[in-house]
Nanobody, 115 residues
Framework: QVHLVQSGGGLVQPGGSLRLSCAASGIIFSGYAMGWYRQAPGKQRELVAT???????VYGDSVKGRFTISRDNAKSMVYLQMNSLKPEDTAVYFCNARRFPYDSWGQGTQVTVSS
């Protein structure tokens, strides 16, 4: 059974940085595509970034050039480094692990960008 535990997040001023972490257990981590998604109040969940087992990355248009996704297969961890944060980045961020037919989610962590 996949278990994803997120850490990081919180309150940051515009222009600041945060790092989210997600620890995976119960899976052969290296074989899974990992991702980060976010959901703001009243909006649908949207893609932030994904990274494949081969380290190919995809970013949502709104975060390109500001956010970086990375993974450490030895530690079964995926990270999201968020720089130049904007108020519109405020949302609950979710870690995702995917390998057909499995699709698992972390518990979510709040990121608030406000002065």
């Amino acid at each position: 059974q996949v278990h994803l535990v997120q850490s990081g997040g919180g309150l940051v001023q515009p222009g600041g940085s945060l790092r989210l972490s997600c620890a995976a257990s119960g899976i052969i981590f290296s074989g899974y595509a990992m991702g980060w998604y976010r959901q703001a109040p009243g909006k649908q969940r949207e893609l932030v970034a994904t990274i494949t087992s081969g380290n190919s990355t995809v970013y949502g248009d709104s975060v390109k050039g500001r956010f970086t996704i990375s993974r450490d297969n030895a530690k079964s961890m995926v990270y999201l480094q968020m720089n130049s944060l904007k108020p519109e980045d405020t949302a609950v961020y979710f870690c995702n692990a995917r390998r057909f037919p499995y699709d698992s989610w972390g518990q979510g962590t709040q990121v608030t960008v406000s002065s």
